[in-house]
DNA sequence: GATGAATGAGTTTTCATTCAT
DNA sequence: GATGAATGAAAACTCATTCAT
């Protein structure tokens, strides 16, 4: 009896989260393409291929389903940015895996490369009743990491200490996130690589040379 | 009488333009605070003190309002940066002219600072009917301008060739605009004099030094 | 002063009556091309160079403008009528003439035409306050007319008595606004001249012999 | 089990349908008691009992809902035509058996009546789409085959060939029509069998007397 | 649990009409 | 008398959300 109840429901509960993850994923697909705006319940229950009802069972509401989409994909990038940061290496090298993780995964997810600018950058509104604040502490938190590494590097005199750690932090995703957003706009003419190229200078500078 | 009617003219004219300027800055206000799908036009009409129809009769439609304010703004933008830009000294000064000229214009008009990040980051959906071309190719061409600034440095011995001034411009944009999105997050946590922290350090590393 | 007078009024008069026709003739050709409810004031206004405010001098509203249209294109119709079926001849030869006039008159004023068919044909919605009763009584009093000739004709022993005078009048009529609608669709299938062919055969029929 | 089934779906169905129906029914009373511009998506709707998002899910917009009705109406129009004229008997007992049929159906459906008129006469404006020529097709399909059976009785000798049959078929339909608007404008003063006077006089006259 | 027909508040837009200059 | 900027009611249409089946 419990064998069956224990496979019973999983399998149930499998095919629930196959079929949220497919909302998701024709969700992402939709708002990246279109906007949150431009994009109703509708088009995605019939891109989805389920009826709008269905949508509803799942989330509470149109902005509950883009809270959930946008959550999955912010702990999605911290998880990669976790995986890099804790690479092996010294400091200057972790730093390096993450920037070219971060390509990776966005150069490789368009859809979640759109969102994720359209939701850190322009100033959100929208008031996505809170979204925002969860996003920047979230955000916060990945910038503290990184910070962190920074600051390891300093007090290992790998680093000079010309900057707050924090604020070494900021450059570099300024750095990237501008060479991620040229990219997109014209990989021919911006291929992300370029990034080296300028974060290499970035690197040299603030490095301690024996 | 011929005064008179010099007068006369321009006077309902004079009022037109104002009205049509009272209009534009309830607009700014209002996208700026709560984005262009959460403002509708009878809200702008009530908040300038208008009727529907009077907007109507100074824009073709929403999208006609939208795009001459973004224009206006851009413009202004861009004739401060020429400004700064042709300011007087050698190279280095004409930036550091600039930096702090685009820092003064958008931290005393947060409302054009929104909608400058809102509209130039962010992929902007919503195909405003080739807003975006149209401010795409006046950001261009801003960029060119500070781009010449770095050729004409390097010309002279002035900067390294580190980079091709291009991404000169486009990474001195980065730095001053994350600055800014910080200052507007948190104007006490991030004012905006600590850009030149960053951007004194930029300039040192690329400065050719006798 | 009494001469300056009768010479000053009537020279505004005539001004004035000048620009009244030469709205209406405005309003003639847009109702007649798109439609009562597809033009606006501001079209006839721009069209016939007028400001808005001159339409309201001239006419209350929009529906008074139309009305005075209407009203006098149906007197141009009657007057035309009037004169054929006054004209020398016997009665048959009174309504050739009537029938050739009247494919003159509109055939030679296309919008005049379709105003004709807009107004007595297709039950006339639009309740423009009475005006189709109006016009109505002035068809009628058309219709009266003919109905006379054919009368007058009956009573000569011209014509046979085989309906009443009205139903020949209505058939007669019936006859010639079909063939002007033709025309009207299609002038070089179905020319107005075709018209007579019918109306031979028609006259044939109700005529005594010797 | 099946018969579950096969019930279970169709009755969705066919409440669907009868919903649509209730919606044209209605649109059909207003229409033709006040015209297509006097009636608004929302009055239909509160007729129809109906919610106005109701009507968009049924119909694209305004226009597609016009459309569908009047094509509803041609077709049955034309189907009464097709019944009647393939009804028993020699050529001028079909094109009796029409005139009769004719009337009945119009004068049992006074709105469908009102929009023939407005339809078929006075020169449509609104450019509904093509819906015009969509219709002037259908007609023209009518007048067709009026016109072959007037040229199978000339073929047999049954009629004069006095006018090709197309016009006798415009003649015919010219005069019942007429007779239709006359009893549709005072019922008592002109009831429709008055029709009759006039089209024995037509058809005594095209007959070929042995 | 899934469905999709029904809802109706809310949005953009039009246009006849007024009235201060 | 002419003007045209301002008005605002009313129209067409959308779409997030509900709920009976």
Redesign the interface.
């Known amino acids: 009896m419990q064998q069956k109840k224990k496979k019973a429901l999983p399998r149930k509960d499998r095919q629930k989260q196959y079929h949220r993850k497919q909302i998701l994923n024709t969700a992402l697909d939709l708002f990246s393409?279109?906007?949150y705006?431009?994009i109703s319940m509708h088009k995605i229950a019939k891109e989805a291929e389920f009826s709008v009802g269905t949508l509803y069972n799942f989330f509470s509401d149109k902005e509950d389903l883009y809270r959930a989409l946008i959550t999955e994909l912010a702990l999605e990038f911290l998880d990669c940015m976790k995986k890099a940061l804790g690479s092996p290496g010294d400091e200057a090298e972790k730093l390096h895996t993450y920037i070219v993780a971060k390509g990776r995964l966005f150069t490789n997810n368009i859809p979640m490369l759109?969102i994720y600018?359209?939701e850190t950058?322009?100033?959100s509104?929208?008031?996505k009743a809170g979204l925002d604040k969860e996003l920047?502490a979230l955000y916060e938190k990945g910038l503290q990491q990184i910070s962190l590494v920074f600051k390891s590097g300093m007090d290992k005199g790998l680093f000079k200490k010309?900057?707050e750690p924090y604020?070494m932090a900021?450059?570099l995703?300024?750095?990237t996130?501008?060479f991620l957003?040229?990219w997109?706009e014209d990989p021919q003419r911006h291929p992300y690589e370029?990034v080296e190229?300028?974060t290499r200078?970035f690197f040299e500078?603030i490095r301690n040379h024996p």
């Open positions: 393409k279109y906007g705006h431009n759109r600018f359209s950058r322009g100033s509104f929208d008031a920047r010309l900057l604020y900021i450059v995703e300024s750095i996130n501008t957003f040229l997109l370029k190229d300028v200078l500078n």
